[in-house]
């Protein structure tokens, strides 16, 4: 597996109190993404970023915010957790170009509940 | 935009019955297309992607730009496969590599 890992792996919060998690790369990739799963939905995309200080909206980023300040560090903070938030979030990391290089690799997932 | 679509959630065979999981896309540059599985409460894994042409666990899958599909395939499904299937599009022409997913299929092999 790739030196890809999330922190914390469960929690469990109370609605309107900020959360963050946290993915830690040791791949060097340029790439990281954060996707929630929830029954029905499949995965979708959150953030994501392509450098480090460098990140753009995905598909559900309302109610998110990120962070890269250093290539292996990618943080996502809930603001003020909702339970429309509980989920399990995913990170994922890829390199450049379109050869075996470079494959995308998931973490292991955090179970967040806002309760 | 990039849009991937599983018209099955939820698919039951038998084992050593041929399975077939659909991957329909919409994307107008030239996409990338993966399979990716994921067992029980576990992290998901690359399975096939189109660029390599392989087969793994007995699992292919062919990129039929015509009808913008990757179906998955396997001739003799087994109890071992039984897991949630994603088939996923990337956006490589861009800068940014988005993957973007399907809502998955969920596979259930029957002894």
């Known amino acids: 597996d790739a030196g890809i890992t999330q922190s914390p792996r469960h929690k469990v919060t109370e609605t309107g109190t900020p959360v963050t998690l946290r993915c830690h790369q040791t791949?060097?990739?340029?790439?990281m993404y954060w996707y929630r799963q929830d029954p029905g939905h499949g995965l979708r995309l959150i953030h994501y970023s392509y450098g480090v200080k460098d990140t753009d909206k995905g598909e559900v980023s309302d109610g998110y915010s990120v962070s890269r300040s250093k290539t292996e560090d990618f943080l996502l903070t809930l603001e003020s957790a909702t339970s429309s938030q509980t989920s399990v979030y995913f990170c994922?990391?890829?390199?450049?170009?379109?050869?075996?290089?470079?494959?995308?690799?998931f973490g292991e997932g955090s179970w967040l509940t806002v309760v | 935009a990039q849009r991937v679509t599983q018209p099955e959630k939820l698919l039951s065979v038998f084992k050593g019955a041929p399975v077939e999981l659909k991957c329909n896309y919409s994307?107008?540059?030239?996409?990338?297309l993966f399979w990716y599985v994921q067992y029980s409460r576990q992290r998901l894994q690359l399975l096939l992607r189109h660029i390599s042409r392989e087969s793994i666990k007995g699992f292919t899958a062919d990129l039929n730009k015509g009808e913008t599909s990757f179906h998955l395939k396997k001739p003799f499904a087994q109890e071992e496969d039984s897991a949630m299937y994603y088939c996923a599009l990337r956006d490589s022409g861009g800068s940014n590599y988005k993957l973007t997913f399907g809502k998955g299929t969920l596979l259930t092999v029957n002894p």
């Open positions: 994307y107008s540059g030239s996409p990338e």
């Open positions: 791949e060097n990739h340029r790439y």
């Open positions: 994922a990391i890829t390199g450049q170009g379109r050869g075996s290089g470079n494959t995308i690799y």
